[in-house]
């Protein structure tokens, strides 16, 4: 199991940028594919991007590629959530989120959650 906890989020003008970070501890952390995921209110929660076991792999939905960049420092148990170009549309809690399968974009395949963090992006 892995404990996450997310933090970074914040009120941002439209275009800006903004670094979340997910701080991670348990023995599984190595081996674990992670994600960050977002909901937006009245929305469901959705799949963002994510990053293999060793970082040698990262994927993007289609809202966010080219404007968003994940990585992690196995060093430091920590992911990263790079946001440039941010629009309105972006608001929403943010959730880190860890699976022990190699990718995956489904929410379903992931068992261990942060408990999110806000974004606000203005117009």
């Known amino acids: 199991q892995v404990q996450l906890v997310e933090s970074g989020g914040g009120l941002v003008q439209a275009g800006g940028s903004l670094r979340l970070s997910c701080a991670a501890s348990?023995?599984?952390?190595?081996?674990?594919?992670l994600a960050w995921f977002r909901q937006a209110p009245g929305k469901e929660r959705e799949f963002v991007a994510g990053?293999?076991?060793?970082?040698?792999?990262?994927y993007y939905s289609d809202a966010v590629k080219g404007r968003f960049t994940i990585s992690r420092d196995n060093a430091k148990d920590t992911i990263y959530l790079q946001m440039n170009s941010l629009n309105p549309e972006d608001t929403a809690v943010y959730y880190c989120?860890?699976?022990?399968?190699?990718?995956?974009?489904?929410?379903?395949?992931?068992?261990?959650w942060g408990r999110g963090t806000q974004v606000t992006v203005s117009s």
């Open positions: 989120a860890a699976t022990l399968a190699l990718i995956a974009t489904k929410l379903q395949t992931y068992t261990d």
């Open positions: 990053v293999s076991f060793d970082g040698t792999t990262q």
């Open positions: 348990g023995r599984n952390f190595g081996a674990s594919g």
